[in-house]
Structure formats: structure tokens, C-alpha cells
């Protein structure tokens, strides 16, 4: 299904900035210390320090393309959690069946409890419209929080840059759940994650070239103009930011 060879072995290609720090010397470090540290430092010490205790979920946007593929340099085959709304663009399935196949990793779909007939009974129909919490809470919070307490830590693909709501996230850090969260890439800027892609010619959903730069379900992903946010084109008809899935605060 997929014509991708093979990615040989192969370092990163960021970061810049501050010097890294040996965070294989011990897996205590701090979470001031893994400030400093590259993704791939992060990624190891998150590795060696919680094994099979870490999750990871993704929705398959770029950054989480970077961060998987940083994942499987490092692991003989590994889950990825997929939260699937029964909304998602077709593009986004095929490119989660493309990397099934390609990839050293098994995705695990996520669904609601309840059916969409049940949901539309509860918050009432189209909720995405008129309470697009309720709506992300019944198809993305409840299936979430069913495997949140099977792991000791999550990682994902979070990064500053994305939206003022995540400018502060750092590199780890407890979420307001309690959640121990950590995000390797969250000093890279959208450029650096471009750069890795294209310099490892790694899959994307194409539907970042028509200006989706940050991709959910069809009722509530807009493309974006030039300088607005990444996450701009979600939820335009409400002031929600943040599904509730990175609960930071
Ligand atoms: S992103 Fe939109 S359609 Fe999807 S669960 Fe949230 S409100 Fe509902």
C-alpha cells in the first residue's frame, strides 16, 4: 500500500538553542533539565524511564508525524491510541491505514461509549454547533479518559508555537487532570517539523497543503489564513481553543 523504504538509522536534525544536556546519565532528571534537552533526549529518557508505561495518542497532524517517526527509530513496534469521532476526513484514515501498513506501529481506535444516536439524545443533535464541549466530551474526553489511567505518562506532539494556549506548555508537566504530560517537541517551531519531514520524506496528510494546518473532525477544521495560529481554523464559530484532550490549563 505504501512505496516508502525503509528510513535508515539517522540523528535529528534539530534542535537549535540551548545546549543539550546527558539526560542518558539519569533518568532522574528534572523537568528544568528537560528544558534544555533535545526531542530525542526527551524521547529517551521518557523511554527508559516509564517503558511500557508510556502512552502516545495522536490525531496524525505533522508534529505528531515527526514525533512517531522519532518513536519508532527507538522501538520494535509500539501502540498509538487514535481517538476516532466518526468524523475524521477521509485523508486522515487513509493516511492512519497507510502508516498501519508502513510503519512499526498499531493504531488503537478509540470511539465513544455511546452511539451517535445516544450522544444526539443526550446534548441534542449537531451539538458540534451548539456545544461543541459536549460534543468533544462525549466523542473525544470520554474515550480518552477510558485508557488515561492504563498509563503512567503520555506523550505527545504538543509545541508553543501552535497557539497561545500552548506557548507555555513545558517539556513535562502535570496537566490539570494530573496527567504526567511530555512533549519533545515543544520548543520546535512549525519550520523545524517541516524541515525534519522533508529532510526523512515523511507522509502527511495532504490536507496541509490546502492550508489545514491543524486537522479534526470535518464539522470543526477550516483551512487558515497566513499568519494566523495553527490552530485558527478550529471550532471559527465558537470561541472553543482546545478540545480537552490536553487539559494544561
Ligand atoms: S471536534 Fe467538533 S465534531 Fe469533533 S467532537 Fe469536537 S465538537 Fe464534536
Not at 518513536?71 to 487513509?94: C, M, S, V
Not at 507555555?168 to 517551531?189: E, F, H, M, S, V
Not at 497543503?209 to 485558527?232: F, K, N, W
Amino acid at each position: 500500500m505504501n512505496n516508502q523504504q525503509p528510513l535508515p538509522s539517522r540523528t535529528e536534525t534539530k534542535p537549535s538553542g540551548p545546549k543539550p544536556v546527558d539526560v542518558f546519565a539519569d533518568v532522574t532528571w528534572s523537568a528544568g533539565d528537560l528544558e534544555h534537552a533535545s526531542a530525542t533526549q526527551i524521547i529517551d529518557y521518557a523511554l527508559r524511564k516509564y517503558g511500557d508505561r508510556l502512552g502516545f495518542m495522536t490525531a496524525l497532524g505533522y508534529s505528531g508525524i515527526v514525533l512517531m517517526d522519532l518513536l519508532r527509530q527507538r522501538l520494535p513496534t509500539f501502540k498509538a491510541y487514535f481517538i476516532d469521532t466518526g468524523f475524521h476526513f477521509p485523508e486522515t484514515l487513509e493516511l492512519l491505514e497507510r502508516l498501519q501498513d508502513a510503519w512499526n506501529v498499531e493504531f488503537i481506535r478509540l470511539g465513544p461509549s455511546l452511539t451517535g444516536e445516544q450522544i444526539d439524545s443526550i446534548i441534542g443533535p449537531r451539538a458540534w454547533e451548539t456545544q461543541p464541549d459536549l460534543c468533544c466530551l462525549y466523542r473525544k474526553v470520554e474515550p480518552m479518559l477510558r485508557v488515561l489511567e492504563t498509563k503512567d505518562a503520555w506523550v505527545a506532539a504538543l509545541r508553543r508555537d501552535q497557539a497561545k494556549t500552548r506557548s507555555a506548555i513545558a517539556p513535562i508537566q502535570l496537566d490539570r487532570r494530573g496527567t504526567l504530560k511530555i512533549y519533545p517537541l515543544a520548543r520546535w517551531t512549525a519550520a523545524d517539523c517541516w524541515d525534519y519531514i522533508r529532510a526523512h520524506d515523511l507522509p502527511t496528510n495532504p490536507l496541509h497543503d490546502e492550508g489545514y494546518l491543524s486537522i479534526g473532525c470535518t464539522h470543526c477544521t477550516a483551512p487558515v489564513t497566513p499568519g494566523d495560529d495553527e490552530r485558527a481554523g478550529r471550532w471559527q464559530t465558537s470561541g472553543k481553543t482546545e478540545c480537552g484532550l490536553h487539559d494544561n490549563g
